[in-house]
Structures are given as C-alpha cells and as structure tokens.
C-alpha cells in the first residue's frame, strides 16, 4: 500500500539566511509595482476605449444629428451583444461622448492621467466645467493616489484654490527645492468639515476632534504627514511645555508643528510657536532632517499683518485659517481691489 501524500512543511523564518527578509521585501515590492503597473494599464486601454467610441458618437451625431434614441437603441444591442460587459448603459455611453468631447486631442490618452478609473474621469467631468481645473485634479490624484471619494472630496471643497496659499516665509529659509515643496504642502484656508464646534470657540475642543477624526485629519493636511503626539511634552531644563499637535512630514523630510487658535492671529503667537519649533530641533529631530516646520492655524487673520509678522524670522513658519465648512470665495471683481502688501507699502512710502 503506498503511503499517503504529504506536503512540504514551511521551514521556519529563524533557519533562513540573514539576506532572506531582503530578498522577500524586494519580491513583495516586485509583485505590488507588478499590480499597480497591470491595473494602471487595464484603466488606460478602457478610458481609450470609451474615448473612441465617443470620438465616434460625435462624428455621427456631427454628420447624421441624430437624438437620444440611437443611443438607447446602441446600448441595448451593445449588451445583447456583448453580455459579460458592463459600461455601455445608455448614461455611461454619453458619458464617452462628453468625454471625447472634453479632450478633442488624442495625446492626452498617452499621459499619466489616462491611467485612472474610469469612475474619476466622470467625476470630472460631473463636478468640474474648465479645463485647467481637470487638469490639476488629475494630476494631483496621479501624484496622491486618491480614491473616487477623496477626489470628490477635495473639488467638493476646492483644494485648487487653497493649495500652496499659507502665508509662509519659506523662500528666505529654505533651500529653493525644499522651499517650494514646502509652499505646496501648505494651504489657506484648511477646512474641517468633519469638526462640530460649539458656540464658544475653544481651542482643546477643536484639538481633540481633529485627534478623534485624525484620519480625515491627515487627509486634509496632505501627503506625506503622519500623526506623532497631541499636547506633546517639551522639557526644557525642568520646565514643560506642551505643543498642540506634532507630525512628522515624509516628503519634507522634517518636524512640523501645529499651533491651534480659535482666535484671528496675533503676531505674539508666532514667538510661541518658535520656541516649540527650536525645541523639536535639539530635543527631537535626527542630524539629517530638515528644519521643523511651524503652522499656526487661525480662525481669521490679516494678511497684511501676518506678511509683516514673518518678516525677519529665520524658521519656516505658515500662516493659515481654519473654518469647519467651505464657504464662497470672494467675487472675483471684490477680490481684485483687495491691496498686495507691496502695494500698501509703496502708497506709504508716497505719502511720506
């Protein structure tokens, strides 16, 4: 009688080689670029796919002018015909045409903005009516890796229009590469949509639900922020001091410290945060990072005043406002009157 099959046993992870963990990681990573690669293609073949077949619809409603019911009639045959496919309902199939419609040029199917979902190129197409506004969201969700609900998120909360505007004094304290990376990581206003806040502004109120939501938190701050301490303790020399909110940035390669105000902004606060910045540099920050990087969040501020505050300061601070909902921008005609710092300074300087 034969003996029963056996299966090779596992040997243990303690009898491989000190080189195995390497060679693991380095397969692993192998395997999940492979993934990542497969799915970025599969996307880019359908989104060329809809986009000729909306080259087509076009053409025909161009020659033929034709009305909604060929595409009625199209979809139906298309799924009798093809009846393992999704995708060819009759909104989705007008949904090529608006798209071909929206990116006349064929180069744009060879960036790297032709890899996301085909759910991503709807939204912007749904939620967004100007070219350069796709635009910078599809790059953006190339650059971030956003899902279909955090894209929606940030259009629905307008981060083109806040990315990059902290009032900050990087350029005269950073490196010109680290001071424009740091310029985009920041933005004005920051909005905290998942906050309630009570009728009485209060700061620890505010600290501990970005704590509790920090998830969504991180969200909003960007990429590359991860999440070190609340209320993190500085001693100095026997004396505590406690900085409201501590991450570390990967890609800035630093400390960033966040200063919580329910308050509009006084320039005294500034001398604040630069102690705690100053701390995180000798207590915390290894030999290689970067300076810390200072944000203090305001429920309002003065520009002007905040330009006039940064100046002459040697660490990298931001200056941004808080709101917990998005609110309008300000009319274009209004904010167009509104003086540039320079500006104030040269009607000064003429009336002296």
Not at 157 to 180: D, M, Q, V, W
Not at 220 to 225: K, P, S, T, V, Y
């Amino acid at each position: 009688m034969s003996s029963p099959a056996s299966f090779e046993s596992t040997p243990a992870k303690s009898s491989m080689p000190e080189w195995y963990p390497e060679l693991l990681s380095s397969i692993a990573h192998q395997i999940d670029g492979g993934r990542l690669r497969a799915v970025a293609a599969a996307n880019q073949e359908l989104v060329r796919s809809y986009w000729s077949i909306g080259q087509e619809l076009l053409a025909r409603e161009s020659r033929e002018g034709w009305g909604s019911k060929v595409v009625t009639r199209l979809s139906a045959d298309l799924r009798d015909r093809f009846p393992e496919s999704r995708g060819f309902s009759p909104r989705n199939l007008r949904y090529m045409k608006s798209f071909a419609a929206a990116w006349p040029d064929r180069a744009m199917l060879q960036t790297a903005s032709a890899t996301l979902p085909w759910s991503h190129h709807v939204l912007l197409l749904e939620k967004l009516t100007t070219t350069d506004e796709r635009l910078w969201y599809m790059a953006a969700a190339v650059e971030e890796g956003w899902s279909h609900n955090v894209l929606s998120h940030q259009i629905e909360t307008r981060l083109h229009e806040r990315s990059g505007y902290a009032i900050n004094n990087f350029k005269a304290t950073l490196p010109p590469s680290a001071s424009e990376l740091a310029r985009q990581s920041f933005k004005d206003p920051y909005v905290f949509d998942f906050v309630a806040m009570t009728g009485k502004r209060n700061e620890r109120e505010l600290e501990g639900q970005l704590v509790d939501h920090v998830e969504k938190f991180l969200l909003e701050l960007g990429q590359g922020f991860a999440f070190v301490g609340r209320q993190f303790r500085l001693t100095i020399l026997g004396d505590e001091f406690f900085a409201d909110l501590l991450f570390y940035n990967f890609r800035l390669r630093c400390f960033v410290v966040v200063e919580l105000k329910a308050t509009a902004f006084k320039p005294a606060y500034l001398g604040q945060i630069n102690m705690y910045m100053s701390a995180v540099d000798d207590l915390l920050a290894h030999p290689d990072d970067h300076p810390t990087i200072g944000l203090l969040l305001c429920k309002t501020k003065n520009n002007v005043v905040a330009e006039y505050s940064l100046r002459g300061f040697s660490k990298p601070i931001g200056i941004a406002e808080w709101e917990s909902e998005i609110v309008a921008s300000l009319p274009e005609e209004f904010a167009a009157t509104l003086p540039s710092i320079s500006e104030l300074e040269a009607e000064l300087s003429q009336g002296t």
